[in-house]
């Protein structure tokens, strides 16, 4: 089992910055790869961004490219998204994800676990 705890989520106006941390404990050598999707009021669940625990190679959702960073901190299990820009589309609960397939990436079904998720609202 893994657990995930995120963090770090609020109110921002639009063109400001947050920065998310999820904090993975468990069985976090069985992962490769850590996510972070959102999903906004009344609609899916979507894809945000993505890092391999051990290359650090990066993947993002075409909306949040330019604006937004993950990184990850290997010998604290913890990943990071640097929110940059911030829009109001960009309003959502934001949850963490860990996936134990070589090839998760973008999909929801890739992930085994999440996070409770954090509030992220951005005002116009």
């Known amino acids: 089992q893994v657990q995930l705890v995120e963090s770090g989520g609020g109110l921002v106006q639009a063109g400001g910055s947050l920065r998310l941390s999820c904090a993975a404990s468990?069985?976090?050598?069985?992962?490769?790869?850590m996510g972070w999707f959102r999903q906004a009021p009344g609609k899916e669940r979507e894809f945000v961004a993505a890092?391999?625990?051990?290359?650090?190679?990066?993947y993002y959702a075409d909306s949040v490219k330019g604006r937004f960073t993950i990184s990850r901190d290997n010998a604290k299990s913890t990943v990071y998204l640097q929110m940059n820009r911030l829009k109001p589309e960009d309003t959502a609960v934001y949850y963490c994800?860990?996936?134990?397939?070589?090839?998760?990436?973008?999909?929801?079904?890739?992930?085994?676990?999440w996070g409770q998720g954090t509030q992220v609202t951005v005002s116009s």
């Open positions: 890092i391999r625990w051990r290359s650090g190679s990066t």
């Open positions: 994800a860990a996936g134990s397939s070589l090839g998760a990436r973008e999909k929801l079904g890739d992930y085994d676990y």
């Open positions: 468990g069985r976090t050598f069985s992962t490769y790869v």
